[in-house]
């Protein structure tokens, strides 16, 4: 009988990536020398490593959602997330945007229909937290309403059914006041002094702001909030951006050639 | 302003966690070394830190995520953010590891083992070539720790990395860690693994902690970085400089932090290992 034909370079590596996704590695054993241990238990030396990598790289994104779970859910869920959904960037800092989601999925979370929410309130801290630096923008600069405003880099607005707000501060701090997680909280994030920074805003407001970051000229952004809350006033619309100067000039990027 | 050089002296990798201690105390550190990908981010707190030491010591960038082994196409975008980076930064060195970590989409994020095959060989030549392009300056190479080795491998270890450092014009960073580590889990001799190398390829060596693994009927040591260096990994550290001559040397600790003094300490041994160096063949 000939022998088997050796692996080319991209199967070996399709055949160790199942393996690392939960595969029992008996494919790829033939072509592991054993020296005393068996190939299996060498393969699984690399998931467990792969898994708690990525473990790791979540809890450090999610400390909240993490905190809420206990150690072992949070590190059972997060292990799942990491077989199936797994990691689609060479940098860590990139693991976990899907994390939300993949939380609202998981039936035996149905109870705390909120705790997606709360991921989302976290994913966005963390897009605040590495986002480019950029100056703050003169004042002077927003004198035309027919022209976009551009924010700073490091502004998000999240709008969420849930009371995130106190559900995250009740995560990291908890007290023995009361939350009612069923209480919509609309929320805007900043980066100030290098620490992030939250306050809450109204629907109108959070309207405004996401309007403005999709590029949209102040004067549709007011229309936007204005469907949201006719009465609104534009003053009570940029006061908390003025008020943390939160408006910037715009940033350059590059790609490889 | 442009990188302050390495130094042939020892280093240490510099983790988020000391950034607070080395900025407020200033320690006299020969170099530091960071993760590339910690500092991708364009701004924030981090990054900030980072541009702080960055003024007052040289640095090196250590990649973890580039998967030059993987068999598809380098991803342009982490390529481009390396790209910037070093732009921005000019360190005095960049390496990156000899493994892959990324296939059909997927990455793994690990430092993942090749067959020692020519297929491998001229994967890896293309993509450090299209790395080194990319930044328009020579890279080094690290050597990983493995608990596999594959069958099908026609080249040792020493012969890959040796044929890799040839072809394609980079530098190696030698892991005298790994070597060892591997020397145990692969059954051979880390001397033969030293003695291949050609000592003017090497542009620095890496110093870290393993454990053993236990209950799993043979021998296997784990690339931890969690843990002093073991006697044994100082022994083949003494072997490689009598072999190499002095070489800029890390001391690189990854979890389970100690203590900044810890990493100070480890340093002072190394020194005290490299002051001692009496090159066996370097200047042959």
């Known amino acids: 009988m000939p022998a088997p034909r050796a692996p080319s370079l991209p199967e070996l590596q399709h055949a160790f990536a199942a393996v690392l996704r939960g595969a029992d590695g008996l494919a790829l054993s033939p072509w592991i020398a054993a020296r005393g241990i068996a190939p299996v238990d060498r393969l699984r030396i690399y998931r467990h490593a792969g898994y708690a990598i990525h473990v790791d790289a979540l809890a450090t994104s999610f400390p909240a959602v993490r905190s809420l779970l206990g150690e072992a859910c949070f590190d059972g869920i997060a292990t799942r997330h990491a077989a199936r959904q797994g990691s689609r960037h060479g940098n860590l800092q990139q693991y976990g945007a899907d994390f939300a989601t993949f939380l609202d999925q998981q039936p035996e979370l149905s109870g705390w229909p909120w705790l997606g929410a709360l991921a989302r309130l976290e994913w966005l801290r963390q897009q605040v937290a590495l986002a480019a630096d950029v100056a703050a923008a003169d004042g002077r600069l927003l004198a035309s309403v027919n022209a976009p405003w551009r924010l700073r880099p490091c502004v998000r607005v999240l709008v969420s059914p849930f009371a995130v707000l106190d559900l995250w501060r009740h995560a990291l701090a908890p007290s023995d006041h009361g939350i009612d997680p069923a209480i919509a909280q609309s929320l805007l994030l900043w980066r100030e002094g290098g620490q992030v920074a939250m306050r809450e805003i109204s629907p109108a407001q959070a309207s405004f702001v996401h309007q403005l970051r999709q590029g949209a000229t102040p004067a549709l952004a007011l229309a936007a909030a204005q469907d949201i809350d006719p009465a609104i006033h534009p003053e009570s619309l940029l006061a908390p951006l003025l008020e943390h100067a939160l408006f910037a000039a715009p940033t350059i990027t590059e790609d490889c050639p | ?284």
């Not at chain 2, 020892?10 to 983790?15: A, N, T, W, Y």
């Not at chain 2, 991708?40 to 030491?53: H, N, S, T, Y």
């Not at chain 2, 020194?271 to 009496?278: I, P, R, V």
């Open chain 2, 1 to 284: 302003m442009r990188a302050q050089p390495i130094p042939t002296a020892v280093g240490i990798g510099l983790r988020p966690a000391h950034f607070a201690h080395v900025l407020e105390h200033r320690p006299a550190v020969p170099f530091f070394e960071l993760h590339s990908e910690n500092f991708f981010c364009a701004g924030g707190a981090l990054r900030e830190a980072f541009e702080d030491v960055r003024n007052d010591y040289p640095i090196s960038l250590h990649g973890v995520g580039l998967s030059l082994g993987s068999a598809q196409a380098l991803d342009r975008r982490h390529l481009a953010a390396l790209r910037t980076l070093a732009r921005h930064v000019e360190p005095a060195l960049i390496s990156e590891h000899l493994s892959w970590g990324a296939i059909g989409g997927r990455h793994y994020n690990d430092l993942l083992p090749l067959p020692y095959t020519e297929e491998a060989l001229a994967l890896m030549v293309s993509h450090v070539g299209q790395l080194q392009d990319c930044l328009g300056r020579r890279v080094l190479l690290e050597n990983v720790s493995s608990y596999i080795q594959f069958r099908h491998s026609t080249l040792s270890e020493w012969e890959f990395l040796a044929a890799l450092v040839a072809r394609s014009d980079c530098g190696l960073l030698l892991d005298v860690n790994n070597v060892y580590v591997n020397s145990v889990n692969h059954g051979f001799d880390p001397h033969q693994f030293i003695d291949a190398i050609p000592a003017a390829v090497v542009g620095e060596i890496h110093l870290a902690g393993f454990t053993r693994k236990p209950g799993l009927g043979g021998a296997l040591l784990i690339d931890s970085h969690d843990c002093r260096v073991d006697d044994a990994v100082w022994d083949l550290y003494r072997y490689a400089l009598a072999h190499l001559g002095p070489k800029p040397t890390l001391i690189e600790w990854d979890t389970a932090l100690p203590d900044f003094a810890v990493l100070e300490d480890e340093s002072r041994i190394a020194t005290e290992h490299l002051d001692a160096c009496t090159p066996r063949t370097i200047a042959a």
